[in-house]
């Protein structure tokens, strides 16, 4: 009644930003993403019919009030009548800070779950169990690069291409730490309500997609950076024109973005994304990497940078 699971977080190229239903935690529109190699969060869980209350510790602490949003996603996996359970999970980068912590941790917790219950759910399903709980995480069940679609009154998960097929490199340009002003859930349906950009936003996606999906095909780097930043500044015009507004970025988030338009300036492939966070993560050729690395790091204000290449999708490890 235990299993392990490993899981990376991903960073969408094409972003989600609004639910069409908050109950049942499903997105507005879809997403393109790429899964992370070296960012992971370890999650174990273990079905215990001596324990009263689930229990969860994170990096060694207990998290209570974490435990509402786990506690609800064990039930979608072992159904409501399941016995109490400790989990525990470990992560090797900060969380709540932008970085998708919630879609590895969802991700790795729903293929630990369903492994300890041994129910042998497919990925299909294990992708819209981790969506219920963190819409970005439904991506993070699949290595590379992946596309979330809206499928009747659930979602539907794909690869598009292995991480072999197209390995690329990100640098995470870490900004500030801790946990972020407002969550993705709360600003999400502020934007929905009150961003005159947001009906917009929902009806140009398709578009979006398309451009990412072919350039993904094509391995046509200047097409995925171009739309890529296109779709990510206009989530964030959506977030600035909501009131109260929403805005995630610090002076150095602006400041990472400036290299990165010097970088291109001098012929680097390379381009930047930002999500609900201040980091800025750039994506570039692995060739590129070092320079990239080097320039984030020298940006005023940057406190840390990590980098990764691409990688595959959550999966159970041996428990230890
Ligand atoms: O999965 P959530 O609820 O944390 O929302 C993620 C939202 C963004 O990271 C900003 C975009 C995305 O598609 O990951």
Redesign the pocket.
Known sequence: MKATARAQPNI?LI???GKRDVDRNLPAVG?I?ITLADLSTTMSVEFDASLRNDTLSVNDRDKPAMLPRVSACLDNVAGKQREAARVISSGNFPIAAGL?S??SAFAALVVAADAATGAGLDTASLASLAGAA????ARSLYGGYAELTNAGDDVAVRSLRSADEWPLSVVVAITATGPKAVG??EAMEISRKTSPFYSRWVEQQELDLAEARAAIAERDFGKLASVAEHNCLK?HSVMWGSRPPVVYWNSATLACMQTIRALQARGVAVFFTI??GPQLKAVCEPADEAQVREALTATEAVQDVLVSGLGKGAAQVADG
Do not use: F, I, L, V
Request: hydrophobic fraction near 40%; charged fraction near 10%; aromatic fraction near 12%.
């Open positions: 969408a972003k989600y930003w997403s993403s998708a919630s879609a963190s819409g970005s995480a993705s859930t989530m999500d609900a």
